[in-house]
């Protein structure tokens, strides 16, 4: 990574986010998925390890090896259809920044024969919106993150797009930790009930407070 001057953070907030913007272009861009998933592990571990912007703290980097992921599995790859879905926003709690509101717009087709039920899709309300799909599973404190892991966030720009079938793309190989995994300063929006699994997914980032800690 190209190394960054001092800057203000909302700066450095804006160039780390412009860096996973390119980051998902690129992945999105490789018809490899494996390969993908590499990419994104190697930068992701260069961003938290070298940017001004990283939840780590100074300590932290230093002693950062990088992110702990499960080994690759295809078959946590899925294609699913959507079907449109309305009902109230709810409140996601962020602390000392408020709350955001995001409304239900769509549950998949296609995750429950392997992972026992389906997950919904949230639109993010506010200036610009954007989808958002946070999950729990049955690693959540037992191997990963206790609050649940993301699968998208168009706010973060982590979003895989769709498939040339015009199916949504979910690779929970690319599940991430929200950043209040790795530090008490954040507070993250999280699945709420209808998006906690019974199955353990084991596949994308592992619990970081070993990492982080």
Not at 8 to 17: F, G, I, K
Request: proline share 10%.
């Amino acid at each position: 990574m190209d190394a960054l001057p001092p800057i203000p953070a909302p700066y450095a907030t804006a160039d780390w986010r412009r860096r996973i913007a390119d980051l998902y272009a690129a992945i999105r861009a490789e018809p490899d998925p494996q390969a993908g998933w590499r990419l994104w592990h190697e930068t992701r571990s260069r961003l938290f390890r070298d940017h001004p912007a990283s939840p780590l703290s100074a300590d932290q980097k230093a002693r950062f090896e990088g992110i702990a992921l499960w080994p690759f599995d295809p078959g946590l790859r899925f294609e699913v259809g959507l079907a449109p879905q309305d009902g109230p926003a709810i409140d996601f709690e962020l602390g000392p920044d408020g709350r955001m509101q995001a409304r239900p717009v769509a549950r998949t087709e296609g995750l429950g024969d392997r992972l026992g039920t389906e997950l919904t899709l949230w639109w993010i309300e506010g200036y610009g919106g954007g989808l958002f799909l946070p999950f729990r599973d049955a690693t959540c404190g037992a191997g990963s993150y206790g609050g649940g892991r993301y699968a998208i966030d168009a706010i973060k720009s982590s979003d895989l797009g769709l498939a040339a079938s015009g199916r949504l793309i979910l690779d929970f190989n690319f599940a991430y930790s929200p950043s209040c995994a790795w530090s008490p300063d954040w507070v993250c929006p999280l699945a709420p009930p209808e998006n906690r699994l019974e199955a353990a997914i084991e596949a994308g980032e592992r619990d970081p407070s070993g990492a982080a800690s």
